[in-house]
Nanobody
Framework: QVQLVESGGGLVQPGGSLRLSCAASGFTLDDYSIGWFRQAPGKEREGVSCIGSTYGITYYADSVKGRFTISRDSAKYTVYLQMNSLKPEDTAVYYC??????????????????WGQGTRVTVSS
């Protein structure tokens, strides 16, 4: 049974950092592309970052490029999203998702088969 569990969200001041974790089970992590998405109130879910299965090629949305870093620890079955220089506009529920097609990753939510329950990130002073 495929399961994804996010953790690491919370309240942080602007300019601060958080590291989100996505713990995977029920599948071989290296065979799937993993994406991080976020959804703010009243907005559509958007792709933030993803990492492909084969060569670990990464993608970042323009809004987070240079501030966020995605990484994968296959031995721990975990994908991380390091978020630095956080801004109030980063406030959202963050989700990780798995794409069974693998290969290069995509920032399109509809391409992903499995989703976690989300972890809330609030950036506020």
């Amino acid at each position: 049974q495929v399961q994804l569990v996010e953790s690491g969200g919370g309240l942080v001041q602007p300019g601060g950092s958080l590291r989100l974790s996505c713990a995977a089970s029920g599948f071989t992590l290296d065979d799937y592309s993993i994406g991080w998405f976020r959804q703010a109130p009243g907005k559509e879910r958007e792709g933030v970052s993803c990492i492909g299965s084969t060569y670990g090629i990464t993608y970042y949305a323009d809004s987070v490029k240079g501030r966020f870093t995605i990484s994968r620890d296959s031995a721990k079955y975990t994908v991380y999203l390091q978020m630095n220089s956080l801004k109030p506009e980063d406030t959202a529920v963050y989700y990780c998702a798995a794409d069974s097609i693998g290969g290069s990753c995509t920032p399109t939510p509809y391409d992903y088969d499995y989703w976690g329950q989300g972890t809330r990130v609030t950036v506020s002073s």
